[in-house]
């Protein structure tokens, strides 16, 4: 296969932006197997947990519902009224309940990707109506899992709750001998056993779903190499106009430097390689600070700039290979320079002050260029 056609293949991962534009519009994996089990087992427990409170809470509620008052015989039209009463009550009996499984719909959204609100996915989608995308909902890949899955339900739900009732057939049996009382004490005690079956066996299905459903939103985000070079061209910018940038970037630095040269004290060259200006100012700093610094070219420019404004000029080849190795522009001098800088400017110093006589003559400047680290 040509490289054009494999550059059209969705291979590569997705990258962090294209998580989070997903997100922002919405598109974030869903388990329904996974809402639906949270759901209906934390409703399964909740009754386990607070049989007794609801029990008695609906009890109460039925012999009111079964013994009307007199007074409704008497004013029909106030039914209605009662019945919205009976209503309310009822709510208020089974509203522990009720709770449970509000706060269990959170789970699986927090489970599979977080609690998340777009207005982007609450806008009309007229792709949607699109034939074709329903076709290859129905006749798809998509619609082959949502198959399996419920070939699935009917496996685990079925196998779960056929044990339960092959196990609890005589106890079903002996219901019919029981007091009312106690049939329906067992009766209840059974069917919340079918229950917990039942629950079980949707939070297996549950747990094969979401991570399935969580693949197969990272497999639909993947991304082409195309598309990958594209993102990162348009969130990091592109190499052209970065070069562009960082062209721009020398050019401002480099004139800065230029126009600092004058005012330097010395300037420090390898003699035609390397040239490092230095300036000096005794009370407002604490070292010689390096002003302008380069490298052929510009140390041929940096040099120039010099003679043209009579700053001195003094041939150092070891100290200044060093300077320009471990100097920073715009900051003080290394501190294992000291000696070998203040040797310079102490020479320079003489220099300005000579006037008649023979001139001073240059001292050497022993440095070592490459200091602990040794020769590179």
């Known amino acids: 296969m040509s490289e054009n056609d494999q550059s059209g293949e969705k291979t590569e991962l997705p990258t962090e932006k294209r998580l989070r534009d997903a997100r922002e519009q919405g598109n974030i994996p869903r388990s329904r197997e996974l809402a639906t089990a949270a759901v209906f087992s934390a409703g399964v427990l909740a009754i386990y947990a607070m049989a007794g409170t609801i029990g008695s809470g609906t009890r109460s509620w039925l012999r009111g519902a079964l013994t009307p008052e007199a007074a409704l015989f008497r004013n029909p039209d106030a039914l209605f009224g009662h019945a919205g009463w009976l209503l309310l009550k009822l709510m208020v009996a089974i509203s522990p309940l009720i709770l449970v499984c509000v706060l ?85 005690g059974f069917t919340l056993q079918l229950l917990l079956a039942t629950a079980g066996a949707m939070c297996l299905l549950a747990a094969i779903d979401a991570p399935y459903q969580k693949w197969n939103w990272l497999r639909k985000l993947k991304m082409t190499r195309e598309e990958l070079k594209r993102e990162l061209k348009e969130s990091e910018g592109s190499p ?70 009579k700053v001195a000029i003094v041939s150092a080849p070891p100290l200044a290979r060093a300077l320009y190795r471990e100097g920073q522009l715009g900051k003080e001098i290394p501190v294992r320079l000291y000696s070998a800088v203040a040797q310079v400017l102490s020479y320079v110093y003489q220099l300005r002050q000579w006037r008649t006589g023979p001139m001073p003559a240059q001292p050497p400047f022993e440095v070592d260029e490459f200091g602990k680290a040794g020769t590179p």
């Not at 230029?258 to 100012?281: G, R």
Request: net charge positive; glycine share 10%.
């Open 240 to 309: 052209e106009i970065k070069g562009r940038i960082r062209q721009m970037q020398m050019q401002l630095s480099q004139r800065r430097m230029m126009e600092a040269v004058p005012s330097a004290d010395v300037v420090v060259v390898n003699p035609t390689h390397y040239a490092v200006a230095l300036k000096y100012e005794g009370g407002r700093m604490n070292a010689p600070t390096v002003v302008a610094r380069g490298v052929d070219e510009l140390a041929l420019r940096i040099r120039q700039v010099a003679d043209g404004n």
């Open 104 to 188: 269990a719909s959170f789970v699986a959204p927090v489970v599979m990707g977080g609690l998340r609100v777009s207005q982007k996915a609450l806008m009309p989608d007229f792709n949607r109506l699109n034939p074709m995308n329903g076709l290859k909902r129905q006749y798809g890949p998509e619609a082959l899992a949502e198959l399996a899955k419920s070939l699935l339900r009917i496996v685990f739900v079925g196998t779960a709750a056929g044990l339960c009732m092959w196990h609890g057939m005589d106890r079903l049996r002996g219901l019919l001998r029981m007091p009312l009382e106690s049939a329906a004490s067992s009766g209840f």
